[in-house]
Structures are given as C-alpha cells and as structure tokens.
T-cell receptor
Framework: AQSVAQPEDQVNVAEGNPLTVKCTYS??????LFWYVQYPNRGLQFLLK??????LVKGSYGFEAEFNKSQTSFHLKKPSALVSDSALYFCAVSTDNTDKLIFGTGTRLQVFP | DGGITQSPKYLFRKEGQNVTLSCEQN?????MYWYRQDPGQGLRLIYYSQIVNDFQKGDIAEGYSVSREKKESFPLTVTSAQKNPTAFYLC?????????????FGPGTRLTVT
C-alpha cells in the first residue's frame, strides 16, 4: 500500500534562516511526488512536483525539493525563510499503478520575525 | 484559487438533513475530486470523476454522493448516513486523471452539523 509520512507536526524557524520540511514515502513502483501549501481557511496551492529527471526540483516562491530514492524522501527546502511562508504544508505521492494522490498529514511551518 | 469556486464558504445544518456542496470550475479540466480535511489527518479522497456522467468512489465514500452532469460542475451531497459530517471539504480539478498532473483546489466549504 502507498503511504506518505510527514514526521514533524510543526517546524519553527527564524526569518532569514534556511528551512526544511520533511517527507518520506513508501510505494510499490515509481513514485510521483508533490508539495502543496495551505494558508488558513483556504484551499491547497501547488508548489512543485517530481515526476522524473533531475532529483532537485524547483518550484514556486523560491521553494525546492530533492528526490532521494535510496532514502525514499522528498524534503521541501528554502534557503531563506520569510514570515509569509508560515502555513500548512502537505506532501503527496502517487504511482503509475494508481490514479489517486495520497496526502501526508501536513506540517505546520511557523516563521518568526 | 485558480478558477474553482465552492459555495458556500460556511454551511450549518441540523443532524439528519442532507446537504449539497457546490463545486464549479472554469479551467476546462476533465478530472474533478472531492476531499475531506480533518485536523491532523491530512486530506482523504471521497469521490473523483474523470469525465461527464462517470465517477468513482474514493477512500471514504460512505455517506456521500456525487453527480457529474456537466464538465464544469461536480456537486457533493453529504447525506444523513454520514456519521461524522462536520469537516472542511475541498474540491479540486486537474487537466486529466493521470498521476503527473497537479491538482487545482477550490477555497473549501466548512460544514458544521449539530
């Protein structure tokens, strides 16, 4: 069965510092990985995805993520955090064996001034 | 929220009543989805549709029903059979059902049943 884990419920970081939001996955077959962000009482917004190719994926708002097949991870990163990055972040996974996305439980990112 | 509208934003109902949540998209997307979001549980798929007049159950379809009579519309009915209907409901669409497509989400409807 497919699954995705976000081991941290919350990540706190000071503005200007680098941030990392962790995601690990378990699938049979090739993984297709996504990051979404949700601001309070809003829908989710797509940030970036890994389908194939370069392991380092760049996305919206200066975010990037690195696909690591040996560690089955797809951590979200940003070199310098902004207060406006504070939100709920979701990792999601699918494979070529299914047409559904499986979402993680979300990680709340809090960036302090 | 990218061309997907959900109405209303907040909805209150008495237990035992059916309620229909609206979802409309003007993105000309083929696929549409309904998710339920509860605190600490992420998003769970209720129903999805690839084309008009066709839809499939997701992981938690019991107590819900949908229709897809038009490409741009995918309403969700929460029936009285749904044991815990209070939640945040999100509608999404994508150009196709293939796994490489990202999904575009509406702003959500918060349903409270008392």
């Amino acid at each position: 069965a497919q699954s995705v884990a976000q081991p941290e419920d919350q990540v706190n970081v000071a503005e200007g510092n680098p941030l990392t939001v962790k995601c690990t996955y378990s699938v049979s077959g090739n993984p297709y990985l996504f990051w979404y962000v949700q601001y309070p009482n809003r829908g989710l917004q797509f940030l970036l995805k890994y389908i194939t190719g370069d392991n380092l994926v760049k996305g919206s708002y200066g975010f990037e993520a690195e696909f690591n097949k040996s560690q089955t991870s797809f951590h979200l990163k940003k070199p310098s955090a902004l207060v406006s990055d504070s939100a709920l972040y979701f990792c999601a996974v699918s494979t070529d064996n299914t047409d559904k996305l499986i979402f993680g439980t979300g990680t709340r990112l809090q960036v302090f001034p | 929220d990218g061309g997907i509208t959900q109405s209303p934003k907040y909805l209150f109902r008495k237990e035992g009543q059916n309620v229909t949540l609206s979802c409309e998209q003007n993105l000309n997307h083929d696929a549409m989805y309904w998710y339920r979001q509860d605190p600490g549980q992420g998003l769970r798929l209720i129903y999805y549709s690839q084309i008009v007049n066709d839809f499939q159950k997701g992981d938690i379809a019991e107590g819900y029903s949908v229709s897809r009579e038009k490409k741009e519309s995918f309403p969700l009915t929460v029936t009285s059979a749904q044991k815990n209907p209070t939640a945040f409901y999100l509608c999404a669409s994508s150009p196709g059902l293939g796994i490489s497509y990202e999904q575009y989400f509406g702003p959500g409807t918060r349903l409270t049943v008392t």
